[in-house]
């Protein structure tokens, strides 16, 4: 299973941004993706997830939205309102289970990484 994030960029802030998250290999629909971040000299910190369900970290809530096209195995997150304190590398992952976490331990495969810089 390969992860390829995409879509980073710089916006000011107020902006949007949308960045996607392609999953090749062995792929199945209903597995939870999730999306992290890590802005420099912090830690890794759970931004958003969707399986069945989703769940936002309550400082992205009312201005990200995760979504999922199966057909294309691909994940999006878009980022609406952004403010400079969201700049960072966006990660996406995926875990090999149907039960949203907001643990990194818990997902088994991630992508690269993608940056979005914020510019007040």
């Known amino acids: 299973v390969q992860l390829q994030a995409s879509g980073g960029g710089l916006v000011q802030a107020g902006g949007y941004l949308r960045v996607s998250c392609a999953v090749s290999?062995?792929?199945?629909?209903?597995?939870?993706m999730g999306w992290f971040r890590q802005a420099p000299g912090k830690e890794r910190e759970f931004v958003a997830a969707?399986?069945?369900?989703?769940r936002y970290a309550d400082s992205v809530k009312g201005r990200f939205t995760i979504s999922r096209d199966n057909a294309k195995n691909t994940a999006y997150l878009q980022m609406n309102s952004l403010k400079p304190e969201d700049t960072a590398v966006y990660y996406c992952?995926?875990?090999?289970?149907?039960?949203?976490?907001?643990?990194?331990?818990?997902?088994?495969?991630w992508g690269q990484g993608t940056l979005v810089t914020v510019s007040s």
């Open positions: 969707i399986s069945g369900s989703t």
């Open positions: 290999g062995r792929t199945v629909s209903n597995y939870v």
């Open positions: 992952a995926r875990r090999t289970s149907t039960v949203v976490s907001e643990y990194a331990k818990d997902y088994a495969y």
